[in-house]
């Protein structure tokens, strides 16, 4: 009887992407954690244990801004679930139609936004929205909706929302191009057979489509958690680190970024923000591990 024989060649292929990946994700993740454990005493690192998430949840002074941005954080993702993921569901059920003439070129310019850089992004909205010298005012103008113009990025209870807007304008191709691949993978065969059943149009999106995509949907949505629980960049191009006007627009990465590095008068305090860093991880861990409970329990209850 021959022994079967130790395939080197899977461990030396894997061998470089774990190396990297360990070195680029896992170590930093597992440092991060670690220096949220430390805090600095008189110029020595003394452990202090979950003082620091005491501190950040509890004290007055830092649980007013880690609860500002964290609710910042569940609106910014709230206006993607709601506008992007809707919008991306519709424009790839129309550019999916066979009939549609120059699907093509109208899937690139949509998806074009979403390779540009965050601060080209930010900075051309911000020229764009701006009252002094933006377009968006005379262009309100020409079509008579002047009145409807404010200075929504210098505005309180504006900012956010226009912020959240922009990015899905950015990235609302993300999710039109995963939902059309889902939709092209359709075998024609379903199609063919609920035609026959008198199923067509939009009933057949709806009752033949949409069940099938809700897998694609599913993977769009935990992406879209975690993107916008991770994001930075163009809140920070737009608003700076500070996230103005008055922190309406800041998030869990702006405040751990200053509060990490440390901005203007503000010292930068790596230990506290590795617990702001480590806060963002257990919440986004947690996310998803809940979303993945309530689908395994879905398919548990379909089988029986």
Known sequence: MTRPRI???????????????????????VNTLRLALFSKIDQERVFV??????TLFFDPIWSEQFWNALGNNFWFFLIHMLV??????????????????????????????????????????????????????SML???????????????????????????????VGIPMMLIYAALLS??????????VDGITG???????????????????SILTFVGNFNAF???????????????????????????FFGFQLQLGDPHMGSAIASAMFAIILVGVCLYLYGVQSRMRRYQL
């Open 7 to 29: 395939r080197w060649h899977i461990p030396v292929f894997l061998a470089p992407a774990v190396v990297i990946y360990t070195a680029v994700m896992i170590f930093p993740l």
């Open 49 to 54: 244990g979950l003082d620091n998430f005491r």
């Open 84 to 137: 992007q993921n809707p919008i991306g569901i519709v424009l790839a059920a129309i550019l999916s139609h066979p009939r549609l003439r120059f699907s093509a070129l109208y899937r690139s310019a949509i998806f074009v936004p979403t390779i540009l850089s965050f601060v080209i992004v930010g900075f051309a909205w911000k020229l764009i929205l701006s009252p002094i010298w933006g377009i968006a005012p």
């Open 141 to 171: 103008d020409a079509v008579g909706l002047k009145s409807l113009f404010a200075p929504w990025l210098g505005k309180e209870e504006y900012a956010l929302t226009t912020l959240a807007l922009i990015s899905v304008w950015q990235f």
């Open 186 to 195: 359709i075998p024609d065969e379903v199609i063919e057979a609920g035609e």
């Open 202 to 220: 939009m009933a057949a999106f709806w009752k033949i489509k949409l069940p099938l995509i809700l897998p694609s949907i599913g993977i769009i």
């Open 233 to 259: 960049d163009l809140i920070y191009a737009s608003q700076g680190a500070l996230a103005g006007p008055d922190y309406s627009t800041d998030i869990l990465g702006t405040f751990m970024y200053r509060t």
